[in-house]
């Protein structure tokens, strides 16, 4: 079975730092470019960020620029999104997201709150 395992939400303070990972099975991981998407409180869908099948080109919306670095680690089958001065516009539940041709996998969501 297709599986993306978000994890590593929860509450943070403004300015403060966060990883998710997204941990994959079911599927050649290495062979999918990989994003994160959000859906902040009462708004649509967002895309954050993304990286292709080998890690070497890496994409940010610019609300996150800056702030936002993704990875992955192939031998993991792992895609992590590391988050630093956090705003509350952050909050969101953030969705681990697998592409290659008409192949499109979609985790569960991961929420995580930024507020003092």
């Known amino acids: 079975e297709v599986q993306l395992v978000e994890s590593g939400g929860g509450l943070v303070q403004p300015g403060g730092f966060l990883r998710l990972s997204c941990a994959a099975s079911?599927?050649?991981?290495?062979?999918?470019?990989m994003s994160w998407v959000r859906q902040a409180p009462g708004k649509g869908l967002e895309w954050v960020s993304a990286i292709n099948f080998s890690g070497g080109s890496k994409s940010y919306a610019d609300s996150v620029k800056g702030r936002f670095t993704i990875s992955r680690d192939n031998a993991k089958n792992t895609v992590y999104l590391q988050m630093h001065s956090l705003k509350p516009e952050d909050t969101a539940v953030y969705y681990c997201?697998?592409?290659?041709?008409?192949?499109?996998?979609w985790g569960q969501g991961i929420q995580f709150t930024v507020s003092s």
């Open positions: 997201h697998a592409i290659y041709s008409f192949h499109n996998y």
């Open positions: 079911g599927f050649t991981f290495s062979s999918y470019a």
